[in-house]
């Protein structure tokens, strides 16, 4: 077994921080020369300390992945805000300067941090906390139904043609089957468009693959968005266009590759364990399902104690709240009290209601990535379901309000969250939760005049009623079971249902070793044994992989544990087998839905996809010369327009590696009826596209914003053009938060 956590050492193991540099200031724990003061130096820095922190968080480590996580976050935070900088400086100074007298160091203590997070399993209680949320969102959102209802009515015009202009745009505000593997159909189904005022997503009419959400690292940040287009540099412009934003994610359908498919474990793998006797119990300890649910979250505090609380933090920022009248400010306010609550507050109580108002604030904005990411951090330290808590808020106030919060911008973004909420539910086997998202569907198509959208919640009510069939049929064998428990088919549908549907691994896997289908028994063998040598760890992913691509009902979970697998093999694997562990953790994230993939780095502020910064543009049928060097010339007969003599044509702006991108711009010339068709693509893996947005015509900026996902290349196709002989591309620009404030 891995060694506890008591002895293990991760500031020297994973940052390279010895005893002698302990407790390490902020500039040291993020690596950085002391005192560093550029902004995006200090941020990429610690982007970077997270995303290698946060490959340990599914292994046999969590707690202190998520520990030394949260104090990286708060170096970080500490460091971007000018006036704790200069504070910490100043102390930090001091003491070093009395450590050098003294010649002995002195330690500098981070600020103090809440307890390690953890993510929660499906299956739980039922929560007030969307209620609560909505209340105070439909209080401070009403100042914006009267700019919503322009906006709408602006949307729904279109937009007159514009002299050529070299301005760049204005910034952004915000920054059941018993028989495997081939006993079942494939729910995988084609995808449909239709011209309409609001996008909608990709096979609307038909559900996504019911996938679980399984133990991935990264797996408490927010998931993916859905795109909202706005023209500019005058707003409103032509708003709604249809949207293919790849809700669904349904992995490819192909045969595994040559050369995974012939695959062999680790050249370090022993043997393969010895199988425990059949039907036995599955370790208490878990490590696989720890880290899938971890325990020890707080009670959601009660309706007093969150009065009074309320009541207090209202007073003390009363002077901020009542200045706060326009979205942008309503965001700045939402981001003070997110910071706030994650780290600034030793009371539970006051940090679940900072939390809270901080999803009130930026839902009001229009802001649903914060909103989600709010959710999903009060998940993570107190008892309640994160999916369900996200349908009860966004509900009520879709309800409520007369129009959506930030509507038209975020038509889109309510497009996607909806379906995107209520397929979770879905594949985690909730059809209570799942209704509710259903209503929400119809609810946004109502409010966003997508009348299509009813479509997408009837097709996701017909399944409902499959896993409610799958739900009897597992209380059907749990019966049988009761009376035969060596029942090899009842087993088998008890196991599928706990591990692939609710991800309850601790308590699937003893039946799933008494089930018919031997690999999937040999597997569920090897993992009662928790193996902690990489090559044994491999061997089991591998296995999962390998049994994934013959599976249909179960394939994506599958995959998923495949990914867990392999982020524990990875942790102790010899070097040279680390390219073997990332070629098939490639492969498998491009087919996981948007709420098991949260690969990507980050880099808030910064046009990542500029040549400077190592993305390369290139073109089937034209010119890409200009197309990414952050030049916008002022007429198209100017160097720097990228270009094309026939349509359709096409762009392709590779990344440098994978970010997780949440904004695409793209740079029309502008003229006189100069209009351009276009439509927008984005892959994970640099090889396969999903559609982002369909047909859409503008000139001048387009601005696409969708909630975050990873994407590693950026296809823009032209359609047609009014603005003379050829297609003209200007720029491509992409972000993983909005574009920095020009200074």
Not at 262 to 267: G, I
Not at 369 to 396: G, H, M, N, S, W
Not at 495 to 512: A, E, H, I, M, T
């Amino acid at each position: 077994m891995a060694a506890p956590e008591a002895d293990f050492d991760p500031y020297l193991k994973w940052l390279g921080i010895r005893a002698k540099e302990r407790p390490p200031d902020h500039y040291r724990l993020l690596g950085l020369e002391t005192f560093e003061s550029d902004p995006d130096v200090i941020s990429t820095a610690a982007d970077a300390r997270m995303l290698h922190v946060k490959t340990f968080q599914a292994g046999t480590h969590a707690a202190l992945s998520q520990r030394l996580l949260n104090e990286i976050a708060a170096a970080k935070v500490c460091l971007l805000n000018p006036e704790k900088k200069a504070q910490y400086d100043r102390t930090l100074r001091q003491r070093v300067a009395a450590a050098a007298a003294l010649e002995s160091p002195i330690p500098i203590e981070p600020p103090p941090l809440p307890p390690a997070g953890t993510v929660g399993h499906p299956r739980r209680a039922r929560t007030s906390l969307g209620p609560k949320l909505a209340a105070g969102v439909a209080l401070a959102a009403a100042s914006l139904i009267g700019l919503g209802a322009w906006l709408l009515q602006g949307a729904m015009q279109p937009e007159a043609a514009r002299p050529v202009v070299a301005e760049r745009p204005p910034e952004s505000a915000s920054a059941s089957s018993n028989s495997l593997p081939n006993g079942t159909e494939d729910r995988e189904r084609p995808g449909s468009r239709s011209a309409a005022a609001v996008p909608v997503p990709l096979d609307s009419t038909k559900p996504a693959p019911h996938a679980t959400p399984a133990s991935l690292p990264g797996d408490n940040r927010v998931a993916p968005k859905t795109p909202q287009v706005v023209s500019l540099p005058d707003m409103p412009g032509t708003t709604s266009p249809l949207a293919d934003p790849a809700l669904e994610m349904p992995p490819r359908s192909r045969e595994p590759s040559d050369s995974m498919s012939e695959a062999e474990p680790l050249d370090d793998a022993p043997s393969p364990p010895k199988r425990p006797r059949r039907g036995s119990e599955a370790p208490k300890d878990d490590v696989a399902d720890r880290a899938v649910r971890p325990d020890r979250r707080l009670p959601e505090p009660d309706d007093t104690v969150q009065k009074a609380t309320e009541k207090r933090l209202r007073s003390e920022l009363a002077g901020e709240l009542g200045r706060a009248k326009r979205p942008e400010d309503r965001l700045a306010i939402a981001e003070k009290l997110f910071t706030r609550g994650l780290q600034g507050e030793n009371d539970p109580a006051a940090r679940y209601v900072l939390l809270r108002m901080a999803c009130e604030m930026a839902l009001a904005a229009g802001e649903l990535p914060r909103t989600l990411e709010a959710v999903d951090e009060i998940a993570k330290t107190y008892d309640i379901q994160p999916v369900e808590a996200k349908l009860d808020l966004l509900t009520r106030t879709a309800a409520t309000s007369r129009t959506l919060p930030g509507f038209p911008a975020t038509a889109l973004e309510w497009t996607e969250a909806a379906v995107l909420l209520t397929d979770e539910a879905l594949s985690s086997g909730e059809p209570e939760v799942a209704e509710k998202g259903i209503r929400l569907i119809r609810l946004v198509g109502k409010k966003a005049r997508a009348p299509q959208l009813a479509a997408t919640a009837a097709a996701r009510e017909k399944d409902i009623e499959m896993v409610r069939q799958e739900q009897a049929a597992f209380r059907e064998a749990e019966t049988t079971l009761g009376k035969e428990p060596l029942d090899a088919a009842a087993n088998f549908k008890v196991g599928s249902w706990l591990c692939f549907v609710q991800n309850d691994w601790r308590k699937g896997l003893p039946y799933l070793t008494r089930c018919q289908h031997g690999p999937l028994r040999d597997l569920a063998e090897q993992e009662l044994l928790d193996p902690d040598q990489p090559g044994q760890q491999f061997a089991i992913a591998l296995g999962w992989f390998k049994l994934s691509q013959t599976e249909s009902r179960f394939k994506v979970p599958m995959m998923a544990r495949a990914a867990y697998w392999l982020q524990r093999s990875k942790e102790g694997a010899a070097l040279e087998s680390l390219p073997r562990i990332d070629e098939l953790l490639a492969e498998i994230a491009p087919q996981l839905p948007p709420w098991l993939d949260r690969s990507g780095a980050v880099r808030p502020g910064v046009n990542i996809a500029l040549a400077a910064h190592g993305a390369q543009a290139a073109s089937r049928a034209g010119s890409a010369a200009g197309l990414n060097d952050g030049v916008i010339p002022l007429t198209v007969d100017q160097s720097g327009v990228a270009s094309a003599s026939s349509e359709p044509c096409e762009w392709i702006v590779s990344l440098s590696q994978v970010f997780r991108l949440r904004e695409i711009r793209v740079k029309f010339p502008e003229g006189k009826n100069a209009f351009y068709g276009y439509s927008l693509e984005t892959s994970a893996d640099g090889v396969t596209f999903r559609p982002l947005v369909a047909q859409q015509q503008g000139a001048g900026w387009q601005i696409v914003r969708f909630l975050p996902r990873p994407v590693k290349a950026i296809k823009l196709v032209g359609h047609f053009h009014t603005a003379g002989p050829r297609f003209y591309v200007s720029e491509i620009e992409a972000y993983t938060s909005g574009p920095a404030a020009p200074r």
